[in-house]
């Protein structure tokens, strides 16, 4: 009697020790929580923001963590979108603090206290659900649970967000109908069209829950090799060199950049020179000032060939007016704490990591560096996008974006025309068939 009570017992106890690891393993892997205050911001947040982690890939060692900012219009019906920032390895908050999130920081010089923030009237937010995902692992909060899961490639990392989407929409079922779109910038530029390839492909299969995918947009996206030449054409189009270096750099080097030959002096000193004139420019944008902090890339100019090409996909398109806001913030414990952040994973948060790629626990592989073809192959099956360009932005100009659409050979539905908001002109646009949307944007 007394052994079966003794064997009751451990039978209780080990029931209970699986129930506690089953429930701590579920807290792990989806869990989210929502955010009502946010040191920084006076009083209640006045937008829905949930925050969360979602365990994907085997054994769910990937833990991506995400944003999730509900529409302020009709959050049941409009569009969800998920948003990857670029780099690889920026990290999504920065879209939601400087881009097209409902919050910015107020513009003053950083005086090393809590920065603070003022609402963005054109908030993507105010007509959209949007789920900012720091991806892929080892971006802003993201992590893995052992080292293995930090070595992938383009494809894996698309793969890794195609799960999380339908691991996200199981559970936040009231968000399945809704128009989902894939959205982001950058070299987000190269995963966009493969995520939404993949989605579409689990669709066909019949892979639950089944994604309502639409389209895609992109903004100033790295999509195949690029070349100086349009690094020149907009360096001269700008004013950042001269005419007569211009023509220079056509006539010695005719039109090859990349592999100069030694013996071709001229054309060697010509590039030279043009990096010299370019090289202390903001290259995110020509117009702002040139931020140097822990998280900014190396110096680009002083690469070449393949190097060079290899470090410009590691330079995210983002916005930093002023340098030092977002990284005091996001490593304050109080607003990682706000977050819903897990204590004791990461050592800092860095806005943009560079060891990504290189990185003895960050080993991120390109495998992929032309994807045209998933844009001609989308564009068939119907769905939308919108490339858009920042009209100051160098490292992917807009003459380069330009130049690989026309490559698809579309008809033009409505040709080059301006576009408006409170009746001055924002941009350009033109319309193509296949669902093809392209726009400057004047940043």
């Known amino acids: 009697m007394n052994n079966l009570g003794i064997m009751e017992k451990l039978l209780l106890l080990l029931l209970l020790l699986f129930l506690l690891l089953l429930l701590q393993q579920q807290q792990q892997v989806d869990s989210y929580s929502k955010v009502e205050y946010l040191p920084g911001w006076q009083g209640r947040l006045p937008f829905p923001l949930e925050t969360g982690y979602v365990g994907i890939g085997k054994d769910e060692e990937v833990q991506l963590f995400y944003?999730?900012?509900?529409?302020?219009?009709?959050?049941?019906?409009?569009?969800?979108?998920?948003?990857?920032?670029?780099?690889?390895?920026?990290?999504?908050?920065?879209?939601?603090?400087?881009?097209?999130?409902?919050?910015?920081?107020?513009?003053?010089?950083?005086?090393?206290?809590?920065?603070?923030?003022?609402?963005?009237?054109?908030?993507?937010?105010?007509?959209a659900n949007v789920i900012f995902l720091d991806q892929p692992v080892s971006t802003g909060f993201s992590y893995a649970t052992n080292s293995a899961a930090y070595k992938y490639t383009d494809v894996q990392?698309?793969?890794?967000?195609?799960?999380?989407?339908?691991?996200?929409?199981?559970?936040?079922?009231?968000?399945?109908?809704?128009?989902?779109?894939v959205s982001?910038?950058?070299?987000?530029?190269?995963?966009?069209?493969?995520?939404?390839q993949l989605i579409s492909n689990g669709n066909i299969a019949g892979k639950e829950p089944l994604v309502n995918l639409q389209g895609y947009l992109i903004g100033n996206g790295v999509t195949h090799p690029q070349g100086e030449i349009h690094h020149i054409v907009f360096s001269h189009g700008m004013g950042l060199i001269s005419d007569e270096l211009y023509k220079s750099l056509e006539k010695n080097c005719r039109g090859e950049y990349t592999n100069i030959h030694p013996n071709n002096t001229g054309c060697a000193n010509d590039f030279?020179?043009?990096?010299?004139?370019?090289?202390?420019?903001?290259?995110?944008?020509?117009?702002?000032?040139?931020?140097?902090?822990?998280?900014?890339?190396?110096?680009?100019?002083?690469?070449?060939?393949?190097?060079?090409?290899?470090?410009?996909?590691l330079i995210s398109?983002?916005?930093?007016?002023?340098?030092?806001?977002?990284?005091?913030?996001?490593?304050?414990?109080?607003?990682?704490?706000?977050?819903?952040v897990r204590k004791g994973i990461i050592e800092s948060?860095?806005?943009?990591?560079?060891?990504?790629?290189?990185?003895?626990?960050?080993?991120?592989?390109?495998?992929?560096?032309n994807v045209i073809p998933y844009h001609a192959n989308l564009s068939v099956k119907g769905y939308r996008s919108l490339i858009y360009s920042g009209d100051h932005d160098y490292m992917v100009p807009f003459q380069d974006t330009q130049t690989w659409i026309k490559s698809l050979n579309y008809s033009i539905d409505v040709d080059w025309r301006p576009w408006n908001v409170n009746n001055q002109v924002a941009g350009y646009t033109r319309s193509y068939s296949n669902n093809m949307t392209y726009a400057t944007v004047k940043v």
């Open 67 to 127: 944003y999730f900012l509900e529409s302020e219009s009709e959050p049941t019906t409009d569009p969800l979108l998920v948003w990857l920032s670029g780099g690889p390895g920026c990290s999504s908050v920065i879209a939601i603090v400087d881009e097209i999130g409902p919050i910015r920081f107020v513009e003053q010089v950083y005086n090393g206290s809590m920065p603070s923030f003022v609402l963005n009237p054109h908030a993507w937010t105010k007509i």
């Open 157 to 181: 990392a698309c793969e890794y967000v195609n799960e999380f989407l339908r691991k996200w929409l199981s559970s936040h079922p009231q968000f399945i109908s809704n128009p989902f779109y």
């Open 184 to 196: 982001g910038n950058s070299y987000a530029g190269t995963t966009i069209p493969i995520i939404t």
């Open 272 to 313: 030279r020179n043009f990096r010299q004139m370019i090289r202390n420019i903001n290259v995110e944008h020509v117009l702002k000032p040139f931020c140097t902090n822990d998280d900014d890339p190396k110096d680009i100019y002083q690469m070449t060939g393949e190097r060079r090409l290899l470090d410009d996909k």
């Open 317 to 340: 398109l983002q916005r930093e007016d002023k340098c030092d806001h977002l990284r005091y913030w996001a490593n304050d414990p109080e607003v990682q704490e706000a977050l819903h």
């Open 349 to 369: 948060w860095i806005k943009c990591r560079r060891d990504i790629s290189t990185g003895s626990h960050h080993n991120y592989t390109f495998t992929v560096d």
